[in-house]
């Protein structure tokens, strides 16, 4: 893997609109209720949904916040910071983002993804280590199922 470069422009793309899911794993939920002050049941009943994915699973995700045609915010984001209440304790799919398997799979995936994230091709140099590090944390998370 080679270098890519990335800066996060806080534009919040990422955190809202339409397409975006964000599957727990049992880390991120324990992190997640810890946070809000919580126990897991608590927390899955007020900030989680329920989602079926193409292989037939139900995963455990964040609620999304509905509110045009165009938009599905995540639960967590504030217009009025703007960004995500819960910063610190996000879960591991939105504190890799965009250094997914899919996306850093091929230059090409790498290059389509700009449309979608303005920070790709731009900003801070990262190294193919620092890379290969949130590939390992992304791809070692297993998301809860029912």
């Known amino acids: 893997m080679e270098e890519l470069k990335f800066s996060c422009n806080g534009c919040s793309i990422c955190c809202r609109f339409k397409g975006g899911v964000v599957m727990l794993s049992k880390d991120d939920l324990s992190r997640l209720a810890t946070w809000a002050e919580l126990t897991e049941e608590q927390f899955i009943k007020v900030y989680c949904q329920w989602l079926e994915n193409a292989d037939g699973k139900e995963y455990l995700c964040l609620k999304t916040m509905h509110k045009s045609e ?10 009025s910071i703007p960004g995500c209440q819960c910063y610190k ?45 949130e590939l390992k944390k992304y791809e070692g998370r297993i998301p809860i199922t029912r």
Do not use: L, M
Request: aromatic share 10%.
């Open 70 to 79: 165009e938009t599905d915010d995540c639960i967590f984001w504030d217009s």
């Open 89 to 133: 304790a996000r879960p591991v799919q939105c504190s890799t983002y965009p250094f997914w398997t899919k996306i850093v799979d091929c230059k090409d995936s790498w290059d389509a993804e700009k449309k979608h994230c303005p920070g790709i091709n731009e900003g801070e140099i990262h190294s193919s280590e620092e890379i290969e590090s």
